[in-house]
């Protein structure tokens, strides 16, 4: 997002700026957001989690006017905001199970309709624990039947809360409790874990995306986009977690800013099935600064050294780069060239 | 209550758990000196003028009265500072240094333009000040002086007010109406000037005219003379006088091929007259290399746009009518010139000498406790002399000599006097930290290459007196305002606000503390300081 015509010094990269006009500033530089999820919640200091879950649901709410219900799947999110009986979220928020979020989501889209209440509008969220393995096949289901539901993936790369376990979503050569730094293939295996992003485009449903909290103009601009539609619609926010990626709490938004400049984290818009939209790499940096101060990778830089490794990551982060058209003005995702 | 089924606690809200006891850092804005300021010899609050200067409008009238509490000369300055700001500045090292001078041309135009002025707000002291020599630095110490409610006199030896800014600065790069209206603005605020009134006895004038103060800044205009053997058809003249005569109106007689021999900006100020004059060959010589002179980069540039020709490494030994022997010089090992022995001649109808400047001290011969060394009066920290209540600043005492350097002697002056008069202890200014670059997360500023002034096309540059440089229009001017990066300060932009993940940066927007750390909840985790753009939030330990 880029404003005309004069240079606006931060433009819309920071949060706010002075100089623009309020309509034009985030909903996070508003001193009214709604603050979907208050202080004292229990997330660890630095959490990306649950800044992406305040960035995403204010946006939610300013779309909705306020006039949204959320369904939470176990996991972090849940745990670290509602230790009985005290909670931190500000909107009308039901704790499902760990697997079933987007099926209760679902259901309570159409309970909604049942009462004629259709302009009351539901989002479903999980991490990537609760999405890409647990709660996959009632995400699928959720997606076939294009319920009127957005559901968000809160993505960590891994089961964090339970003492940060490997998951489906978690990347290759990352060291976990069940994937160990040891041996001559250390960390979580290559050629395994999958993108559902790209699984939700299979669905053909009217809306996908992808997002990191160190972008927020462009995840709230995908909210708003999300929620100005119907039907199911699916958006995966990438978002680093201090304790599981071993990285410091101060730099949650320049890793998941590295993840996209590297081409680690492709960010991009799909609707029914066709990329849309992709967000450029604006200062190309090789996967090593990426890898480097997150200490799950911290075996890649050790004695030996696993160059090896490292360059099997750079190479996924150039396909990933070729194949959505991340870098300068090469439009090529490959949807394009069908 | 009656609760509901399963149910035995009201629901409560997480804001009783204060998280911020998790912290062992906290965060705080900090105010550092950017680097701009600290290398303005003025003392220009250059950031905060720029950040008025970005809101465009009403803005422009802000920075510039901004300015105007350093420093008189807004549209001088924009044109004639070698600018010490931008090559401190930080974004430099991002691409290109915001174009500081640039911005204050357009600021100091503008006022020009629109007729803003100051006024005297101090109620009257009743302390009378001299002022010796209306240049820069006493002009600058006259305006702050009155500016504090003190009756200001300048004594000026000459026939006009402006010292080197009018018998030193061609006009093609300071024209004279820009020049007379910003002296006019001090001279309005009640300042007197008179002219044609050389102080020779400062003892006796100060008693005469009842002064409790004075600020002697006579300049440095006597042309340093270097023994050269000439012939009597030989035509050599100073730099100093023909520049001085030039504003005066004369024509200097030069012929077709003039030598200049120096390395300054006075040399090259010379050397592009004499084009302008007519000459069709100005060759500068210069006893070392070119990036040993201590001329600025930008006039050696511009001089060699309008076919000033340079001779390096090269002395002259001998000057006759129409020709000169010059010798080869090699530097030696510590980077000084040595002889070679080679010599060689240069065709020249006349010789300029710009080889420095020397202080004309004679009005302190009557006053053997104001100690004068090397040529230049010494002066303590406060700019005060040897004697009691006199003060002197600019070229006459030790230092880089330039029109920045000499206004900010007049203002740092002016404050000592103030206090001096008042019988206050001089103020210290409390040593500040720098704001490095290091310091500042660049991510979030727009890329924005630099606009540059345009400049005059070379063939009315070696013709006409015409002001080479030209200014930014509005558009430019407030682009180039927006490329300042706020090093070290806050300049409100959300992110903190933003980027903590527990709602504890509140925003509460009062002027000067836009915003407040809750400690209630803040857990230390340090997003804010890292992803402030400007560096403005550093994070402290926590007592445990």
Known sequence: MTVEPKLYQVDTFAVGNRLLDPAQRSEQARADRSNAITSGHRACQGCGEVLGARYVLDAAMRATGGNMVAANATGCLEVFSTPYPETSWQLPWLHSLFGNAPAVASGMAAALRAQGRSDTRVVAQAGDGGTVDIGFGCLSGMFERNDDVLFVCYDNEGYMNTGVQRSGATPPAARTANTKALGPEPGNAFGQGKFVPLIAMAHEIPYVATATVADLRDLEAKVETAMGMSGARYLHVLVPCPLGWGSASEDTIKVARLARETGIFPVFEAERGRITAVSKIRRWQPVEEYLRIQRRYAHLFGEPRRDDIVARIQAQADHNIDRFGLLDDDPGYEQDQE | ?544
């Not at chain 2, 930014?472 to 090093?487: I, P, Q, T, V, W």
Request: hydrophobic share 40%; aromatic share 6%; with cysteine.
């Open chain 2, 1 to 544: 209550m009656e609760k509901p089924f399963a149910i035995t606690l009201d629901v409560g809200s997480s804001k009783a758990n204060k998280t911020g006891s998790w912290r062992t850092e906290r965060p705080v804005y900090v105010d550092l000196l950017p680097p701009c300021s600290n290398a303005c010899p003025a003392g220009e609050d250059v950031r905060s003028w720029l950040y008025d200067a970005e809101e465009g409008g009403a803005g422009y009238e802000r920075a510039w009265r901004t300015i105007m509490e350093d420093n008189p000369f807004p549209a001088i300055m924009g044109r004639v500072c070698y600018h010490p700001c931008e090559t401190a500045c930080n974004r430099g090292q991002l691409d290109e240094a915001v174009g500081i001078n640039s911005v204050e041309r357009f600021l100091g135009d503008e006022a020009l333009r629109e007729g803003w002025s100051v006024s005297v707000d101090a109620p009257s002291t009743g302390k009378k000040v001299l002022v010796v020599g209306a240049g820069p630095s006493g002009l600058s110490a006259a305006y702050h002086l009155a500016r504090r409610g003190h009756a200001v006199t300048i004594l000026e030896a000459g026939p006009m007010a402006g010292g080197m800014m009018r018998f030193g600065i061609p006009a093609y790069r300071l024209p004279r109406e820009v020049l007379d209206a910003e002296v006019q603005r001090i001279l309005d605020l009640g300042v007197r000037l008179e002219l044609d009134a050389k102080v020779t006895d400062l003892d006796a004038t100060m008693a005469e005219g009842g002064y409790d103060a004075a600020f002697l800044s006579v300049g440095a205009q006597v042309g340093r003379r270097a023994y050269i053997p000439a012939g009597s058809a030989a035509h050599v003249l100073d730099a100093v006088s023909m520049l001085h005569g030039l504003a005066e109106g004369e024509r200097p007689l030069l012929g077709r091929r003039v030598a200049v021999y120096g390395g300054g900006n006075t040399a090259l100020d010379a050397a592009r007259t004499a084009r302008r004059l007519g000459a069709s060959e100005a060759v500068v010589v210069y006893r070392r290399t070119r990036d040993r002179m201590p001329a600025h980069e930008s006039e050696v540039r511009e001089a060699e746009d309008e076919g000033v020709l340079f001779r390096w490494l090269t002395t002259i030994k001998q000057v006759e009518g129409g020709a000169m022997t010059v010798e080869r010089m090699e530097l030696d090992d510590t980077g000084f010139p040595q002889p070679t022995g080679e010599v060689d001649e240069l065709a020249a109808d006349s010789l300029v000498l710009a080889l420095g400047q020397d202080t004309d001290l004679s009005l302190l011969d009557a006053m053997p406790d104001v100690a004068v060394d090397d040529g230049v009066v010494q002066v303590d920290g406060t700019l005060m002399t040897g004697r009691p209540g006199v003060f002197a600043g600019g070229d006459m005492v030790p230092g880089e000599r330039s029109v920045t350097v000499g206004v900010g002697h007049g203002r740092h002056a002016a404050e000592q006097i103030d206090a001096w008069l008042a019988g206050r202890a001089p103020r210290v200014p409390a040593d500040r930290a720098v704001a490095p670059y290091d310091g500042l997360n660049t991510w979030y500023f727009a890329d924005a290459p630099r606009t540059h002034r345009p400049t005059l096309e070379t063939v009315r540059r070696q013709s006409t007196f015409d002001e080479v440089v030209q200014g930014l229009d509005e558009d430019n001017a407030l682009y180039e305002a927006r490329r300042c990066m706020s090093c070290g300060t806050c300049f409100q932009c959300d992110n903190c606000f933003g980027v903590c993940p527990d709602n504890a940066v509140l925003k509460i927007g009062r002027p000067g503390e836009p915003y407040l750390i809750d400690l209630d909840y803040c857990k230390g985790c340090g997003l804010c300081a890292s992803e402030c753009p400007s560096g403005a939030i550093a994070m402290e330990p926590e007592e445990i």
